[in-house]
């Protein structure tokens, strides 16, 4: 050792005197070095976790990522990560990630190795194959032109261009269960926010929300769940904002909010509701603006009855069928899809039809009534009035557990902030969206900023935080089963519905939805090309029809029940991730083959091994027939595409390095998965045959593996005209078949030939909307319905939150934000009479996607459940509900079977056998299912494995000890964790009993490195019949203390909590 | 290497800092890094004082480094497209026969 290596000789003889910089660093110290510093190259890319969308700059040396941080031009993120995006290097590049193709061949104990060409050519034969055993060219005497043999699942965290494969080979290979994560986590904000505003994405962005003089936070816990969004809430904060947290656990969220207020889970419609009902009888709302821009004056069809007449349901309920017929909601004067008189079924009963109301409400023809005054017995005003005259404080309290002064406060701080002058917009996420009514959630509040005139503003809006990178883009393009690109419904089976009949039915007089002709043979055009021709109905024909709801989890009952034998899981996992993972995993048990395509070993992957049916003998490896392939997926970082983030933006991220051995994007994997089976196909004459052999199927390829051109994709979803030029917005699109779109609203990013998504123009170089940073759907628009944002003369409500204005001399509208509205109509402008399409539209009317052009407080189609929200308990509650003699949504879709048992409620029999609340949440440094975070080491060392969270109270009278084991039950099963004594969960009083709560993360299972039970077990496949989400964010369990039964034994314990609460497959049924 | 009154001196002149860099033989993060004393790529953060700095650019100074930060252009996707509208008779027909060719170009 050299003298000079003594810190303190360096220390006393050098100028670092105090000792706080050079004189104490080690030799090891100075000798580290920057990864950056090494770098050959910097890649322009995007977080690949949440739906923030935080930008990433990749550094790149010889083949290899070597480091990954936050882009600080972004005006999303700022340069900021959150653990899990710091961390995603490890995702990229960590040990245990899977890089070769697996293969159990049936009633096999173990994987074994296959190449990566014979693989893709067995999948091949296996789609043939089920294709064709489970084809049905009509159903009931209808026309299906379907295959139910096979089904897919994943989506939301690929880029949109894979989306767009898949939906678009598996719909011309007639396979209609096509879903995603989208599903399960926010379907209910399509349906919701589309049929209330007009556009079912977040209305605002959350950048904006520094604009806001008050936010509520309800339904999410954004500081740990979007934490670097939160940001934002930071700023509006420090400028003076009031900042609500509303939540049945205390986190992060609460504590930098200046007011928490814990409530019941599952009763979030109790609690807007009373803020609607204070906002009424105070006079608290924006009469301008809701005169003005919304349906407030219209007058609702005669026959309508609401819940406050028929005690609890709606008029046209149909007890044996759990379903409406919504004929008596509509405006009175107004047809709702007149059509042709050829919708025969009771499809979109079922099928929940208000997902296509993403991008455009529900057709609606005729001119309403309306009474200005808002005096009209019968107009929308004064129904909302009477509906939530119950919905007083002290209702408030007893329902959701808070104090009346608290819920008081609550509502002084949001209508102190709404007017000309300010304001308010709400944040939610999961919390809000998957509960059996979780679209009626998300309409409370819809209805609320209506009225209170803050839909369209700066610093307003209802800010929808989603959770994966692209799930907006696997909506927008969606792999889901109701849908085709840019929420044009899928057809049903319905007798003689060719592509006019289909075009008449769905379409609108008025708004933007008129012009669904266009979009949908440009749609047509972009997958059919030549083929699509007016002789053929532009091969209309060739699109499989559903017959009511083929979602995720009704394909899990397919699978069960043997009809559907391949399944297709790309970056899913729904034996984690999905609500009752034991029905999951029995459903794939059931299946003749399966397809995993991840980063790792996903429980979904390896449960016929090591699932814990294996564990309880339920199933044996050698019984379990399922062949399974594991395909090993790319990284973001090894392949280019767009993700479409929370606020609608389509961000590119570059491809940094070629993906390792037999890793391949899902682009390729489809795209060659297609090449394959149209080459297999090729000499047939069938006809079944025709629509994936006229496919047009011929992107570029190139690199060492023949990849597929991102860069087409995008192009060919833009779209382009009959001279190759790439169109720049949907206006130019056509319904003669000139045009060709792969998804209209998509119409623009590549404008000019120039990928429009890729833009990253420093947020410090521009304005605080950054329109030149990405592209956001639709037309670039940051701020939707931003016409609102000025009064109906067209000049801004107040020059503190002036947005867009009327500009006289230049005859166009001129603003912060690229106007949502025609660019050159008056505020004046009065349709002449039979104007159609936009121009059938007045120039006040801000919402121009809805048929009215106004903002709908109530709904008078496009719902299955009611046209205004009302307060009903969650599937499996302690309790009644006081407001009504119905407990639940009469209309809620439930599948009783004897792997989806549901439980007593209230004061039904048994009850009291599952006492208390369970919520579910996520982690800041996990992800969903854990598929791209359990596998992470710096992630699982920081959140290493299950807990249960439990208040000190609660934790006293069941006997549980921090750091101990607890075990919980329902009546789906059971699991155990470790118990977190914490103040975090508030035992509330509730109808005048103590009532207590817990929380669980919902991310773990028994693979990878932080590892635990799946919450999943607990909950059941109960659902929002609209949407078809899942309610998993509340539900009845009980908690005892130690750890669960093993093998055998566990089943007992099952069936012994069963047979105590009286369970059958008939429990929880009743209307 | 050049010192910072020089890059300073360049930058008052009206030179851009890649124009700088160009007549004193640096790459242009360099000179920025000579200029103000930090780093074009972010890799440190600025303190209150900092923003005062002569030559700072506020966002942006990644493109110095020679980080793409605006698309790509893609030539084989266009002459893809081309092939495919013109390979499309149904198309050029409609397009052909349309009464109103507004918009069209």
Request: proline share 7%.
């Amino acid at each position: 050792v050299k003298l000079g290596d003594w810190p303190v000789l360096r220390q006393l003889t050098g100028p670092d005197h105090f000792g706080r910089g050079a004189a104490v660093a080690s030799p090891t110290t100075r000798g580290l070095e920057a990864r950056v510093a090494s770098a050959d190259k910097v890649v322009k890319s995007v977080c690949p976790y949440c739906a923030v969308g935080c930008a990433q700059n990749v550094y790149v040396k010889g083949d290899d990522v070597i480091q990954i941080e936050g882009d600080p031009d972004s005006p999303v993120s700022r340069g900021r990560l959150c653990p899990k995006g710091s961390a995603s290097l490890q995702l990229t590049t960590r040990d245990n990630r899977q890089s070769r193709v697996l293969y159990r061949r049936p009633n096999a104990g173990d994987w074994e190795p296959l190449d990566l060409d014979t693989a893709m050519h067995m999948v091949a034969d296996r789609v043939i194959a089920a294709r064709r055993d489970g084809w049905q060219w009509e159903q009931d005497g209808k026309r299906t032109r379907r295959t139910m043999g096979l089904a897919s699942l994943g989506g939301a965290t690929l880029d949109n261009e894979e989306n767009y494969l898949i939906k678009k080979l598996f719909t011309a290979l007639g396979i209609v269960q096509v879903e995603n994560q989208a599903r399960i986590c926010h379907s209910s904000t399509v349906v919701a926010l589309g049929t209330s505003f007009g556009r079912g994405g977040s209305t605002t962005f959350p950048a904006d929300l520094q604009n806001s003089d008050c936010i509520v936070i309800q339904g999410s816990n954004m500081a740990e769940s979007h934490p670097v969004a939160y940001q934002w809430i930071a700023e509006a904060k420090a400028r003076g904002a009031a900042v609500i947290h509303v939540d049945p656990r205390f986190s992060r969220t609460s504590a930098l909010a200046d007011l928490f207020v814990p409530l019941r889970a599952g009763t979030d419609i109790a609690f807007l509701g009373g803020i609607i009902n204070h906002v009424l009888t105070e006079h608290k709302y924006f009469r301008d603006y809701v005169q003005a821009y919304t349906n407030a004056s219209t007058i609702v069809d005669d026959r309508f009855e609401d819940t406050e007449d028929l005690d609890g349901v709606f008029s046209g309920l149909k007890p044996e069928k759990r379903t409406y017929d919504p004929t008596t909601w509509g405006y009175k004067g107004m047809a709702v899809n007149s059509a042709s008189g050829q919708r025969d079924a009771d499809y979109e009963k079922v099928a929940g039809g208000a997902h296509s109301a993403g991008s455009g409400g529900p057709g609606l023809r005729g001119t309403p009534e309306r009474d200005e005054t808002l005096e009209h017995p019968r107009c929308v005003f004064q129904i909302l009035k009477r509906h939530y005259a119950r919905y007083t404080p002290e209702v408030v309290a007893d329902i959701c557990g808070v104090p009346v002064e608290t819920f008081t406060r609550v509502c002084d701080l949001i209508t102190a902030n709404s007017n000309p002058d300010r304001t308010t917009s709400f944040v939610y996420a999961v919390g809000w969206t998957q509960h059996t009514v979780g679209v009626q959630y998300i309409r409370t509040a819809s209805i609320l900023q209506l009225l209170l005139g803050n839909i369209g503003r700066p610093g307003g809006g209802i800010e929808a935080m989603r959770g994966h990178a692209s799930i907006q883009g696997s909506s927008d393009i969606p792999t889901l089963f109701d849908l085709l690109p840019g929420y044009i419904p899928m057809p049903h089976a319905h007798h003689h519905e060719d592509l006019d009949a289909f075009l008449a039915a769905d379409s609108a007089e008025r708004g933007y939805w008129a012009k669904m002709d266009a979009y949908v043979v440009s749609l047509l055009k972009a997958w059919w090309g030549p083929a699509a021709t007016p002789d053929n109905g532009f091969c209309f024909d060739y699109l499989p029809r559903i017959t009511g709801s083929h979602s995720t989890y009704d394909t899990v009952v397919e699978q069960l029940e043997g009809r559907c034998k391949g399944y297709f899981l790309m970056g899913e996992n729904p034996a984690v991730g999905s609500a009752n993972s034991r029905m999951q995993r029995k459903g794939m048990a059931n299946l003749d083959w399966l397809v995993v395509r991840d980063f790792a070993l996903i429980e979904s992957a390896t449960w016929w091994k090591d699932g814990p049916e294996i564990e309880t003998g339920e199933m044996t490896t050698d019984g379990i027939g399922t062949e399974v392939f594991f395909f090993p997926a790319a990284a973001h970082t090894e392949k280019a595409g767009s993700f479409t983030n929370t606020q609608r933006m389509l961000q590119w991220h570059h491809q940094a390095v070629e993906p390792k051995g037999d890793c391949r994007s899902d682009l390729w994997f489809v795209y060659h998965l297609g090449r394959i089976i149209r080459d297999k196909l090729a000499a047939s004459t069938d006809d079944i045959d025709r629509p994936v052999l006229d496919l047009t199927w011929d992107y570029p390829t190139s690199g060492p593996a023949d990849d597929p051109s991102a860069e087409a994709v995008l192009a060919e979803i833009n779209g382009w005209d009959h001279t190759g030029r790439l169109v720049s917005s949907y206006e130019e699109l056509k319904p003669d078949g000139s045009t060709s779109c792969g998804c209209w609203i998509y119409s623009g990013v590549y404008a000019d030939g120039v990928n429009q998504a890729a833009r990253r123009k420093p947020y410090l170089q521009q304005d605080w909307m950054a329109k030149e940073w990405g592209w956001a759907w639709p037309a670039n628009r940051r701020i939707l319905y931003n016409r609102a944002s000025a009064d109906p003369a067209g000049q801004p409500w107040s020059e503190r939150k002036a947005l867009l204005w009327w500009n006289e001399d230049q005859g166009q509208w001129a603003g912060h934000d690229v106007p949502d509205f025609p660019p050159g109509k008056r505020p004046d402008y009065v349709p002449p009479e039979g104007a159609r399409g936009i121009d059938g539209l007045s120039g006040a009317e801000p919402f121009i996607m809805q048929a009215d052009g106004r903002g709908w407080l109530y709904a008078p189609a496009g719902l299955v459940d009611g046209p205004l929200p009302t307060h009903y308990e969650p599937q499996d509650s302690p309790f009644d509900n006081p407001l009504y003699a119905h407990d639940r949504n009469p209309a809620r879709r439930i599948m009783p079977r004897p792997e989806n048992l549901l439980q007593p409620s209230g004061s039904e029999p048994g009850s009291d056998v599952f006492p208390f609340v369970l919520t579910t949440y996520r982690l800041t440094e996990h992800f969903t299912s854990g598929g791209m975070s359990r596998w992470a080491p710096y992630l699982s060392e920081l959140q290493p494995e299950l807990a249960v969270e439990v208040s000190p109270e609660l934790a006293a009278e069941r006997g549980l000890v921090n750091a101990g084991w607890a075990t919980i039950v329902s009546a789906r099963g059971a699991i155990e964790a470790r118990v977190l004594v914490t103040d975090r969960m508030t035992p509330l009083t509730v109808r005048g009993r103590r009532m207590h709560q817990i929380g669980m993360p919902y991310h773990f299972g028994p693979n990878g490195l932080a590892t635990g039970d799946a919450v999943n077990t607990l909950t059941s496949a109960s659902l929002d019949p609209n949407a078809h989400i899942q309610e998993v964010k509340a539900l009845a369990v009980d908690v005892v203390p130690g750890r669960r039964p093993r093998g055998p034994a566990l089943l007992d314990l099952i069936s012994s909590y069963q047979q105590r609460a009286g369970v059958t497959v008939s429990t929880g049924t009743s209307i | 290497m050049p010192t910072k009154e020089q890059v300073l001196q360049m930058l008052r002149s009206g030179d851009s800092y890649e124009a700088a860099a160009r007549r004193l033989g640096i790459p242009a993060g360099l000179a920025y890094m000579i200029a103000t004393g930090i780093p074009a790529d972010y890799s440190d953060s600025l303190g209150p004082d900092d923003y005062g700095r002569e030559g700072l650019q506020l966002g942006g100074t990644q493109a110095l480094l020679g980080v793409p930060n605006q698309p790509d252009a893609h030539p084989e996707v266009a002459a893809w497209i081309r092939g495919r509208a013109s390979g499309d008779d149904q198309m050029q027909d409609a397009a052909a026969t349309r009464p109103n060719q507004e918009g069209d170009k």
